[in-house]
């Protein structure tokens, strides 16, 4: 951490099928190790629910044995974090999905990712076939829509109140992080004038 700088705290829904999220995560390791403190919570969207037409349905409470997009990664995310390692497993769900171009709806997929990082790995399996597995799923998705107005991912939310869309290139290079996410603070996190910008894409010939 920079002497006398204080941590800056926030909020990132997301979804592990989204490329944008994994370019964010990227962004956040490089400007973490450039030596500023960033306190990250990251909170679970699910962009199959905002895309179901069916008003009665949810990814939360959908049959276990109904396949469902994006919702096995959920629950590993939060099997992992009952044994203290979301972290861990976290980054290697995002990297293997958008790098390594692995499915995560696949569980030999997942029960890999969790050996890989550490996890007891029967704990987790049982894990996943706990019914309140998904609770935090549904408490996070409900708030975001009901009370910040979230549509998409990833979505940064900072102390405050202020909140962002945020979409970005491929990844910065490691010198030039830091200034691509201060330049986000302060559009996102300090304008709150600036409601949106959408880049226009030139039709190709």
Not at 28 to 35: F, K, L, M, N, Y
Not at 40 to 57: A, C, I
């Amino acid at each position: 951490m920079l002497a006398g700088a204080e941590p800056i705290r926030f909020d990132v829904f997301f979804d592990y099928q989204c490329p944008y999220v994994y370019r964010a995560s990227l962004l956040i390791d490089e400007v973490r190790r450039s030596g500023r403190e960033l306190d990250v919570r990251w909170r679970y969207f699910s962009l199959t629910q905002v895309n179901s037409k069916d008003d009665g349905w949810t990814v939360w409470d959908a049959p276990a044995g109904e396949p469902v997009k994006g919702r096995l990664a959920f629950a590993a995310a939060e099997a992992a974090r009952r044994q203290h390692r979301f972290g861990d497993l976290h980054r290697a769900l995002l990297s293997a999905r958008h790098r390594d171009r692995l499915e995560l709806d696949e569980p030999e997929v997942v029960e890999s990712m969790a050996a890989s990082a550490g996890l007891d790995v029967e704990r987790f399996k049982t894990d996943l076939s706990d019914p309140s597995i998904l609770e935090a799923l549904a408490a996070d998705h409900r708030h975001a829509v009901t009370e910040l107005g979230i549509f998409g991912t990833p979505t940064f939310v900072f102390e405050g109140g202020a909140s962002a869309y945020v979409r970005l290139t491929a990844p910065a290079e490691a010198d030039g992080s830091v200034q691509v996410f201060e330049r986000l603070l302060a559009v996102a996190a300090q304008e709150p004038r600036i409601l949106e910008i959408k880049r226009p894409r030139k039709p190709v010939t």
